[in-house]
């Protein structure tokens, strides 16, 4: 995201340009206050603006019952997840490194699937799938369809980043590593996955992200996580509008706060490694749920 | 084996699964042709040399990447729907539906928006400064020299949007749109015993239109390559 390339596509500006730019601003400001002015005059009209309906928000009632332990039930399942997934993808990542043709079209064709597959399909699936088979006391069946849509589609797109990864450092680091006499595996295991690995890790950062926003799939499968446990919160007291937007508000922060490590974690770590550390702002297909 | 399968045929005669798919497809094109609108201006946004602009989108962008689809939508059918009373059609489910597509439509924008930015990092710098020194200013610069090179540069990007954007329609369900997953669900209470059946025939319909998307767009990337 080299900023260089946008500041040429204007000069510094003269004082008609200097101008344009004051009355554009002074536009675009009315133009804010205008929809701002719609919106809530809209919000008036229903009563939503009742002082009530957003202190409840701030209430230890609302925390302690609601939004806490849905955001806990939300990290619960993220986090789980993550490690699945992590692992998932490192599997199926080397599958299709392999030098052997059937482990590799078999991971293939497994990465492929799982990635053209919705998440949402998957979650239906286990979820009414899974009490079929009674390994898990009904009340986590949802918590377990969450984590297998999950960690099933989220670990094929790690596996397909470990392999670009790989595929993206120069070729002299490989040949190097046969020249000095090791083999294939030991190349990979020993040069090219470590340097991968932590090219990848702004990339694996900001698959956190889609992770952690697709755990709210869960809602639609009656996971109490933290749009379910708002929207209840909400329906009880008649201002679910309020609730909906502090949720969103809880997920906007976390997620935040991970694209920034993911992209502090891209300038840190480029002196280590000789691949590219920078997050694919084009996320790979299918990642950018 | 057989009765399973005649089990399972059965089951098409009972729920329409090609009308499933249909509404999703239906979802897609729709939303796809909102978000790339919204997108676009948005991208210019981004770049332009007004800075309360840029800073709206922006904000706009970080706001939405950040922010679970699911809830989206829910907003906009539990609040904006049902709290605001805001009809979008006197057609109870054609309320839905566009609701839907508008909630697709406000949160691909915020990707496409990043995938026409990251297809004007593709122009080189060369172009931009040639634009500027016949004298073109921004507007002109950009809609004759930048974008239709940008627009090329983010095919890649673009698709594999219309990918996901395409896979994300299932999540409409919340917006109790009646599509394939919302179909899959009650096809499978309906009938538990070929749920692996069910599962696997909503699963090959989404490569099968997945799939020729990602082609198309590796085709098209290729064709459309600006050679430099």
Same mark, same amino acid.
């Given at each position: 995201m080299s900023s260089k390339a946008q500041n040429v596509?204007?000069?510094?500006?003269?004082p008609r340009g200097r101008l344009l730019t004051l009355i554009f601003n002074i536009v675009g400001v009315l133009l804010v206050a205008a929809l701002a002015w719609v919106v809530l005059g809209k919000l008036a009209d229903q009563g939503q603006l009742q002082a009530e309906k957003w202190t409840q928000l701030f209430t230890a009632r609302s925390w302690n019952n609601f939004f806490l332990p849905g955001i806990l039930q939300t990290l619960r399942a993220a986090g789980l997840a993550v490690v699945l997934s992590v692992i998932f993808g490192l599997i199926f990542g080397l599958g299709r490194l392999s030098q052997l043709t059937i482990v590799r079209g078999v991971s293939t064709v497994v990465v492929e699937f799982f990635r053209a597959v919705p998440v949402l399909v998957m979650m239906i699936f286990f979820y009414l799938g899974i009490g079929r088979t009674g390994l898990v006391p009904p009340s986590e069946t949802p918590f377990w369809a969450v984590v297998l849509g999950l960690m099933l589609y989220n670990g094929a797109v790690i596996a397909e980043l470990i392999r670009s990864g790989v595929h993206s450092l120069p070729r002299g680091q490989r040949e190097a590593g046969l020249v000095v006499g090791m083999t294939e595996s030991q190349v990979l295991r020993a040069i090219l996955l470590p340097q991968a690995l932590t090219a990848m890790l702004p990339s694996l950062v900001s698959q956190f992200v889609v992770i952690l926003k697709d755990t709210a799939l869960g809602y639609i499968i009656t996971y109490p996580e933290l749009l379910a446990s708002a929207r209840r919160l909400g329906s009880g007291d008649g201002n679910i509008l309020q609730t909906l937007l502090m949720a969103a508000v809880v997920f906007v922060v976390i997620n935040f706060a991970l694209t920034s490590l993911a992209q502090w974690l891209s300038s840190f770590l480029s002196y280590r490694t000789a691949g590219r550390t920078k997050p694919t702002t084009a996320p790979a297909p299918a990642a950018v749920k | 084996m057989s009765s399973y399968f005649a089990d399972f045929a059965s089951l098409f005669e009972q729920f329409d699964v090609f009308q499933a798919f249909w509404v999703n497809i239906q979802l897609t094109f729709f939303a796809a042709i909102g978000s790339m609108l919204l997108g676009t201006v948005l991208a210019l946004m981004r770049v332009s040399p007004i800075a309360s602009m840029r800073w709206l989108g922006a904000g706009y962008v970080n706001i939405i990447r950040n922010t679970p689809l699911t809830i989206i939508l829910v907003f906009l059918v %539990?609040?904006?729907?049902?709290? %605001?009373?805001?009809? %979008?059609?006197?057609?109870f489910n054609q309320n839905f539906f566009r609701y839907a597509v508008i909630g697709l439509a406000i949160y691909h924008a915020a990707f496409v928006c990043e995938a026409i930015r990251s297809g004007v990092n593709t122009v080189p710098v060369g172009q931009a400064e040639a634009a500027r020194a016949i004298g073109l200013g921004f507007l002109p610069s950009a809609r004759l020299i930048i974008f239709p090179q940008a627009l090329r540069g983010a095919i890649t990007p673009l698709g594999n949007t219309l990918i996901a954007l395409t896979k994300n329609t299932t999540v409409a369900a919340a917006a109790s749109v009646t599509e394939i997953s919302a179909l899959m669900k009650s096809m499978i209470e309906f009938r538990p015993d070929v749920i692996i059946a069910v599962f696997l025939t909503v699963a090959i319909g989404f490569v099968l239109i997945v799939v020729p998307v990602g082609l198309l767009t590796t085709w098209a990337s290729r064709k459309f390559a600006v050679v430099r």
């Open positions: 596509l204007f000069d510094v500006q003269g | %539990l609040g904006v729907w049902s709290q %605001l009373q805001i009809n %979008l059609s006197s057609d």
